[in-house]
């Protein structure tokens, strides 16, 4: 299987700091900077607000709040180095507030998320693909839906803010360190009786 | 086999995670394409949508939605509905409260087209045959000393 393993430390550091790059250039003067930053930083925002099981077109919504709030609030940012956490935690916080309104908020069923397959390759490609993905995606979703929520934001952030993640998920702080390392444990497991992995 | 470290764990649960459910196809460029149309004026108050509700589709085809914005007591209520012969292109029904005079921009996102009409005494105000897009919608009040008001983006 390939699962990749030594380019994961650095992935959301690397992120942040072309984050941090473009803010300031976007700050600076240069406004093409700023479609560099929404093209780096709306994939991760996506991530982090369907954890909170709200439809699309309400992912959406929040998105562009968050993008119109870093937009208007710009000159309030002072550190460039931290605007991904400014801007996940915004989101978070906006995902958060709406998924209380129940009206809005859609429970995302595992069913609803069609099966995509992959385009364009040989069936004998896809079929070996499919069935690993199928394997990961097994390894996933065994895990309770608390861990299952709480990977997904942790995984596309950057050292989260613990105390957020809390409120947000109805635990209490000094829980999502250990409740963390046991999801993580549980999809160790998960994926050893998957079979051959790396 | 070598042991599994939480790095590793973390990229397979985003490698799922991007398979599974994917950033929609469109989405960076509708979002490059909204703060762009920020950072040109900021004089104005951004009114935050509150509620999004979804019409049962009709008989006759069109869909419609509503949408809700509000800014302190300020409401604007948006109602966003096809046509209903295609081809027509869209409308957007507008209640604004309390009613105020005021000068109403639906602008295409993507491009500079706008449309303008005004908000009558009622608060009522109307758009008709718009094409589809990403819109916002530009309030401008008569009297200068009252503060103009912009929607985020939404979908005709």
């Known amino acids: 299987m390939t699962v990749s393993t030594s380019r994961s430390t650095t992935e959301a550091d690397n992120l942040w700091n072309q984050c941090a790059h473009a803010f300031a250039q976007w700050t600076a003067g ?27 077109e309400t992912a959406e919504d929040v998105i562009q709040t968050t993008w119109l709030a870093m937009v208007r609030r710009r000159e309030a940012i002072i550190e460039p180095a931290a605007i991904g956490g400014w801007l996940t935690t915004t989101a978070r916080r906006e995902a958060w507030r709406v998924s209380k309104t129940a009206t809005r908020a859609v429970a995302v069923e595992d069913d609803e998320l069609a099966f995509r397959l992959p385009q364009q390759r040989s069936a004998e490609v896809a079929a070996v693909e499919i069935d690993e993905n199928r394997q990961l995606w097994a390894a996933v979703d065994e895990l309770p839906e608390r861990c299952r929520r709480l990977l997904r934001i942790v995984a596309f952030e950057n050292r989260p803010d ?5 409120v947000d998920l109805g635990m209490p702080v000094g829980s999502i360190g250990p409740t963390r390392g046991r999801c993580l444990a549980k999809l160790r497991v998960a994926l050893m009786q998957t079979g051959d992995l790396p | 086999m070598t042991e599994l470290t939480r790095e590793a764990l973390l990229g397979v649960v985003r490698r799922v995670w991007r398979e599974r459910d994917p950033v929609p196809a469109d989405l960076v460029a509708k979002m490059q394409a909204v703060v762009a149309t920020e950072t040109l004026d900021l004089d104005y108050e951004l009114l935050v949508l509150v509620e999004r509700s979804r019409e049962l589709t009709g008989a006759r ?5 509503t949408l809700q914005f509000a800014h302190g007591d300020v409401a604007l209520l948006v109602r966003a509905a096809a046509e209903e012969q295609p081809g027509d292109g869209g409308r957007l ?32 105000f109307e758009f008709r045959d718009l ?26």
Not at chain 1, 47 to 53: N, Q, S, T
Not at chain 2, 131 to 148: I, K
């Open chain 1, 162 to 166: 613990y105390s957020r993640l809390a």
């Open chain 2, 93 to 124: 029904d507008g209640w604004l409260a309390p009613a105020t005079a005021m000068t109403v921009r639906a602008a295409l996102v993507t491009d500079e087209r706008e449309w303008t009409t005004d908000v009558d005494s009622r608060g009522r």
């Open chain 2, 131 to 156: 094409p589809s897009g990403l819109f916002r919608l530009w309030l401008t009040p008569r009297d200068s000393d009252l503060r103009a008001f912009g929607t985020p983006a939404f979908e005709l």
């Open chain 2, 61 to 65: 085809g069109g869909s419609a939605y």
């Open chain 1, 30 to 56: 240069d406004s093409g900077a700023l479609d560099d930053l929404v093209a780096l930083m709306t994939p991760v925002l996506w991530h982090v607000v369907r954890a909170y099981r709200l439809s699309e």
